[in-house]
């Protein structure tokens, strides 16, 4: 190990796994860079911080970040960080993966820890495919581009996740780019900041396999896509930040509110009505 | 380390076995369950839901199996005792987890009180179907122990075993009821605390730089730790090496996959539980487990009333399948019954474990019914004439 100055983000990173999988021009770890600043700005401890994975490029993240990280079954990340939150209510825990594991076999999971308002973060870094199968349609898949199960382009309409997280309870919602590398950053430190359910939607690149069917240029091209085509509005309606395929976008924080967590309406009901009689879990500290 | 005096209901007590069940598994130390309702497991988490608040646990009823045979893990990595709960459609969903537990040494206990199937098949009637099932339901290579009850008393005392085998072989452990021992009413003693020893989980003493999760430092079963110890782990289902990170090549897969079940079969003579009696000289030696091994004891009872020479013997642990009880079996009676509520699952090891030295005769049914003791004497009468 020379003396030369170490890459800030460095320390939380698995170095001995470099290099990674993610292709060139990826965003995947654009992301992780603006999520080791923003731990680094958010002031949380390593041991106070576990990040949970499902299966695909994005669920890859667990395995570069040197926190305790679980890398755990396809779209089951939420479920199993459930059940980890709840354990560990001192810590932060962080559910990082795509728009395919989260949002079509782990969708249920979703809506109900977002119900429950869990204390989690979830990223979603949304690009739009399946990249580690071979660039599939995908619940966020934008009508009419093309994947490898929709070769004549997608006609089925694709999820708002921004809207879906507001519908079903999430108090943190939040969408950037991986252009808007500062106000990425910024949003991750606020939904680590944040008691309860937060949500960030993170759009970016696929050069290998959505680009490439769809004729979109290389991970550059699309960055200055997202540069060009994004407008900023803090505060709209998630319902009007919908995406259509190479359509303008709205980025920015769409939801900051406060609701009760899991724990504090079940410790606030079994108080009520067990009284005295009521032992609240601890978890293990 | 002994059960928590706050927590276990000491007494003589009128329940069924899902009840003694969950009294069993708070005595063990499981304070975290998530569960999803299905007959006739429902009893089981209703307990809980009902106990927990009052002992510092914790029940969350998830959104489906799935999401419950996970939910679990998530909180054994956060440093819980814990257990899911379900019946066979329910079990069925959750067979990627017991892979996944399997995989990440992950020590759990999965509850099936089992009922009559294929599909939705018979919610509120017994069967032993299951036990293949909770033998091979997960894909690729890997064992799992499974321990059968037959009576709430068994329910409440087997559980805890369950938990004792989950900690020491870190592995997943099935407890294989069914409909009538679930729901069977029965006395159960509940011991005292202090009378009540535990298996602890084997966690590390190690600092973290050096602590690897998947090294084996001594015995088979490498040591935990949990999440928040600064051992920065990385647990996946991938295969990995002892640093638990991915390796993908066939050296590192036949490593691991080898000891997750040599870590089982090397130990089948401590985890096999089961009874045995009259053997030796018999005629016949019946073989059976769980609900049917009651109608089992009182029919051998009768036949040897009437003068047959009949062998008794009931397996508690179902998984690892223990050949050499077989091979004994066999060098010492002329023929094998297996009773069981399917069509033929145990019978399969039995008939491989006996290689054709003796006959091994099937008495089973398709489930949603107790084979009554009327045809467990004619089989017995059958096989010896």
């Known amino acids: ?285 | 380390m002994k059960a928590d005096p706050k927590a276990v209901d000491t007494g003589i007590h009128f329940i069924d076995g899902n009840e003694a069940c969950a009294e069993g598994a708070i005595a063990a130390g499981c304070r975290f369950v998530s569960g999803y309702p299905i007959t006739p497991s429902t009893e089981i988490v209703e307990h809980l839901a009902k106990r927990f608040p009052k002992i510092g646990g914790l029940f969350i009823q998830m959104e489906d199996e799935i999401a419950s045979s996970i939910a679990f893990q998530g909180a054994i990595w956060g440093g819980q005792k814990s257990m899911s709960v379900s019946s066979g459609p329910g079990i069925s969903l959750q067979m990627e987890h017991v892979g996944l537990a399997a995989m990440t040494e992950t020590p759990c206990v999965f509850v099936n009180v089992q009922r009559g199937g294929p599909s939705t098949g018979l919610p509120t009637l017994p069967a032993q179907q299951d036990v293949m099932q909770a033998r091979w339901g997960s894909h690729g290579d890997y064992e799992v122990i499974a321990l059968a009850p037959n009576s709430p008393q068994e329910c409440f005392n087997r559980i805890i075993t369950a938990f004792d085998y989950s900690e020491k072989y870190r592995a997943p452990v099935f407890f294989l009821m069914d409909e009538c021992v679930g729901h069977m009413l029965g006395k159960v003693k509940i011991p005292p605390a202090d009378q009540i020893e535990l298996v602890e989980r084997k966690m590390t003493t190690r600092k973290p730089g050096e602590y690897l999760p998947y090294r084996i430092y001594d015995g088979d079963v490498p040591e935990m730790t949990r999440a928040g110890l600064g051992h920065n782990v990385h647990i996946t289902g991938l295969t990995h090496d002892e640093r638990g990170y991915p390796a993908m090549n066939a050296e590192t897969q036949d490593v691991l996959v080898r000891r997750l079940c040599n870590k089982i079969l090397h130990h089948v003579d401590e985890i096999s539980i089961y009874d045995a009696s009259q053997v030796e000289g018999s005629d016949v030696t019946v073989i059976s487990y769980g609900m049917t091994a009651r109608v089992a004891a009182y029919a051998v009872e009768t036949a040897r009333g009437q003068g047959i020479k009949v062998g008794n013997v009931r397996l508690v642990t179902l998984w690892p399948f223990n050949d050499k009880l077989i091979r004994d079996i066999v060098d010492n009676s002329k023929a094998i019954i297996v009773a069981e509520m399917n069509l033929g699952q145990m019978v399969h090891e039995v008939e491989r474990a006996a290689r054709d030295k003796v006959p091994v005769h099937l008495l089973g049914n398709a489930g949603g019914a107790i084979i009554p003791p009327e045809a467990f004497i004619a089989k017995i009468k059958e096989v010896v004439s």
Request: aromatic share 10%.
């Open chain 1, 1 to 285: 190990m020379s003396d030369a100055p170490r890459n800030p983000v460095e320390k939380l990173l698995r170095t001995e796994r470099m290099p990674h999988i993610w292709c060139p021009g990826c965003g995947i770890g654009t992301s992780v860079n603006c999520f080791a600043r923003a731990i680094e700005q958010a002031d949380i401890p390593y041991d106070k911080l576990h990040v949970v994975s499902g299966i695909g490029c994005s669920g890859r993240v667990a395995g570069y970040v040197n926190v305790d990280s679980f890398h755990t079954t396809h779209g089951r990340a939420i479920a199993f960080a459930t059940g980890l939150s709840l354990s560990r209510p001192s810590a932060k825990v962080v559910v990082y993966s795509g728009d395919g594991d989260l949002f079509a076999i782990g969708g249920n999971h979703f809506i109900h820890a977002a119900r429950r308002n869990i204390d989690m973060t979830v990223i979603c870094i949304n690009n739009f495919t399946y990249g580690m199968t071979g660039g599939q349609v995908t619940p966020t898949t934008p009508l009419t581009a093309k994947a490898s199960t929709s070769p004549y382009g997608n006609f089925e309409d694709s999820f708002n996740l921004p809207n879906l997280a507001e519908a079903c309870g999430a108090v943190y919602v939040a969408r950037w780019t991986i252009y808007h590398v500062r106000q990425l950053t910024r949003a991750m430190t606020k939904a680590l900041s944040t008691k309860g359910f937060s949500f960030l939607e993170v759009l970016a690149p696929c050069p290998t396999l959505y680009q490439r069917r769809n004729k979109l240029g290389d991970g550059v091209a699309m960055v200055q896509f997202f540069k060009d085509h994004s407008t900023i509005k803090n505060g709209a309606s998630t319902s009007e930040v919908g995406l259509g395929f190479q359509s303008d976008m709205i980025v920015g924080e769409f939801v900051d509110r406060q609701r009760p967590t899991f724990m504090d309406n079940y410790n606030a009901r079994m108080k009520e009505v067990l009284g005295d009689s009521f032992v609240p879990f601890e978890g293990i500290k």
